[in-house]
């Protein structure tokens, strides 16, 4: 395989359109974001209609900034990689139509990227001599799994949510809470200033060799909280509740994670999705495997979150296990990790 390989990557599976030049697979020439939440805040969520049109409106500009940023042209270009799913199918396909044309105009392999993946992946970004095998825990807005990466484009999923995911929990709790869209930064930050012990919320525990996770219960029981509360008239320690709701979440995330670790007896954890950006969760994680003797692995926070240097990386360790995409290829918007 050639060295210095470029990628220009595109993300468009949710609610920001990104595009990144990305070479080998680990060194981040440019990625650039262009974020909707502004958009969507007041909506209290993603509306997925406003989103596609966003990214509509947004894509050429983000691609255009993101080769001038890495100073590079189109003609440098060596492949094209892009998030096919799983995400919103409108949003997925303004990305997907805008990758393909740039794929066939320029003569060169298109790289299809499921987003899962592409959040694993920002771990080699940041750190250049990591390699598989290790295990990996995604949190994200839409995704919990934990997954055994055994070998580059290899994944075991060995537990995953069965209801809520964990930043979908962290979302609905803070719009209970008031404080706004998205929620998972908004309850980290005021979660500092509570007591995690003050309110006793449900930890889903499946049996004990089950890695699954439940976060719909510790939801409810704060939404339940939170009512019972409201029709005595009494008044809500918020940081509190954010604090204790983190805490049960926190804990199950860390306790998956190390026993996944002692299964497949591997030494690292790499977290990825959004949730890794939250202080809590890196901070436990750091704690309770250092006893363990488990190295903990974070990418920085702008690559947690969406973002399309993640999907170049991705793009480049694909094509290298030799997948490219044809022009047929489609958004699939409950793409599973590993499905090709
Ligand atoms: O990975 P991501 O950008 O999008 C998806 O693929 O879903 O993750 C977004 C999710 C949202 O639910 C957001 O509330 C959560 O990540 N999030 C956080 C934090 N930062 C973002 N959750 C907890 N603590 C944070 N600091
Ligand atoms: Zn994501």
Redesign the pocket.
């Known amino acids: 395989m050639k060295e210095n390989f470029k990628i220009l990557s595109i993300e468009s599976s949710?609610d920001e359109t990104s595009a990144a030049v990305v070479v080998d697979g680990r060194e981040v020439l440019s990625n650039v974001i262009a974020s909707q939440i502004s958009t969507h805040e007041k909506f209290g969520g993603v509306v997925p209609e406003v989103a596609s049109r966003k990214h509509i409106e947004a894509i050429s500009a983000v691609v255009q900034e993101a080769l001038d940023e890495a100073n590079v042209t189109l003609n440098e270009i060596d492949a094209v990689g892009v998030t096919y799913g799983p995400g919103l199918v409108g949003a997925l396909l303004v990305g997907l139509q805008y990758a393909k044309s740039l794929a066939y105009a320029l003569n060169i392999p298109l790289i299809g990227v499921n987003?899962i993946e592409g959040?694993i992946s920002a771990n080699f970004i940041e750190y250049k001599e990591l390699e598989p095998p290790f295990v990996t825990l995604v949190v994200?807005?839409?995704?919990t799994f934990v997954v055994h990466m055994k070998d580059y484009g290899e994944f075991e999923v060995m537990g995953e949510t069965k209801d809520d995911a964990a930043?979908?929990a962290?979302?609905k709790v803070a719009r209970a809470l008031g404080l706004g869209y998205?929620?998972?930064?908004k309850?980290?930050k005021i979660a500092k200033e509570g007591n995690n012990n003050a309110i006793k919320f449900p930890k889903a525990n499946f049996h004990q060799e089950c890695l699954d996770f439940s976060f719909s219960g510790v939801k409810s029981s704060v939404l339940n909280y939170l009512n019972k509360a409201e029709m005595k008239n009494e008044e809500v320690n918020i940081p509190d509740v954010a604090a204790s709701f983190q805490k049960s979440v926190v804990e199950v995330l860390v306790e998956n994670a190390i026993k996944a670790c002692k299964i497949k007896n591997v030494d690292k954890i790499a977290i990825a999705?959004?949730?890794a950006?939250?202080?809590c969760l890196r901070a436990t994680m750091i704690n309770e495997c250092e006893k363990e003797g488990i190295k903990v692995l974070f990418p920085k926070p702008i690559l947690?979150?969406?973002n399309a240097a993640m999907i170049g990386s991705a793009a480049y360790f694909e094509y290298n296990c030799g997948r490219t995409s044809d022009l047929t290829l489609n958004a699939i918007p409950n793409l599973k990790l590993g499905q090709r």
């Open positions: 949710c987003h959040h994200s807005g839409g995704h930043g979908e962290y979302d998205p929620g998972g930064p309850i980290d999705g959004g949730v950006s939250n202080s947690c979150t969406d």
